[in-house]
T-cell receptor, first 112, second 114 residues
Framework: GQQLNQSPQSMFIQEGEDVSMNCTSS?????WLWYKQEPGEGPVLLIA?????ELTSNGRLTAQFGITRKDSFLNISASIPSDVGIYFC????????????FGGGTRLMVKP | DAGVIQSPRHEVTEMGQEVTLRCKPI?????LFWYRQTMMRGLELLIY????????DSGMPEDRFSAKMPNASFSTLKIQPSEPRDSAVYFC????????????FGSGTRLTVV
């Protein structure tokens, strides 16, 4: 079963607003990743984080790897309609095969 | 690079029938994963292979599910016999071993069992 708690489960916001979502775990991960899934497609990697405390940006997206290695957050600034989708956090403990554990997802809806 | 290729994109079948889902990973990726996605349970890992060898199949729901990877460029997930509760989107993903950022998903197969 899932070991990552992701919140909120869904968000309905106005275009232009900032968005924040987070992920927590009871255990440590060595890598945190954030994916976006659009309708009818598989998840696509947005940001990967490799060190505790790391803050990484990708355009309007910013993600941080928590100091305790048990959490991560993703911020989206100035949302636009094409930001709509499901955002997943994922953690990896590394090692052969780099198996990922996924959060339950945050469904984002943006009103123009 | 064509990415991870899954077929078919959609499959509708009757309960009791055998279903075979197919996946072609990205060339050079040594790890391959099968996931199932439902509204209730989210993304669940079913099985993963490393260098064509099944490493962890603890997520396979029951004996009706089986997966094979006969070579580095092809994998199948088979359900026999299928049941309505198997209806879901099944994703295949591949990656370079020991690199979490190399995880690429296919577009999925939407399975409906009626």
């Amino acid at each position: 079963g899932q070991q990552l708690n992701q919140s909120p489960q869904s968000m309905f916001i106005q275009e232009g607003e900032d968005v924040s979502m987070n992920c927590t775990s009871s255990s440590i991960f060595n890598t945190w990743l954030w994916y976006k899934q659009e309708p009818g497609e598989g998840p696509v990697l947005l940001i990967a984080l490799y060190k505790a405390g790391e803050l990484t940006s990708n355009g309007r997206l910013t993600a941080q790897f928590g100091i305790t290695r048990k959490d991560s957050f993703l911020n989206i600034s100035a949302s636009i309609p094409s930001d709509v989708g499901i955002y997943f956090c994922a953690g990896s403990r590394g090692g052969a095969g780099n198996m990922l554990t996924f959060g339950g997802g945050t469904r984002l809806m943006v009103k123009p | 690079d064509a990415g991870v290729i899954q077929s078919p994109r959609h499959e509708v079948t009757e309960m009791g029938q055998e279903v075979t889902l197919r996946c072609k990973p990205i060339s050079g990726h040594n790890s391959l994963f099968w996931y199932r996605q439902t509204m209730m349970r989210g993304l669940e890992l079913l099985i993963y292979f490393n260098n064509n060898v099944p490493i962890d199949d603890s997520g396979m729901p029951e004996d009706r599910f089986s997966a094979k990877m006969p070579n580095a460029s092809f994998s199948t997930l088979k359900i026999q016999p299928s049941e309505p509760r198997d209806s879901a989107v099944y994703f295949c993903a591949s990656s370079y071993p020991d690199r979490a950022d190399g995880y690429t998903f296919g577009s999925g197969t939407r399975l409906t069992v009626v």
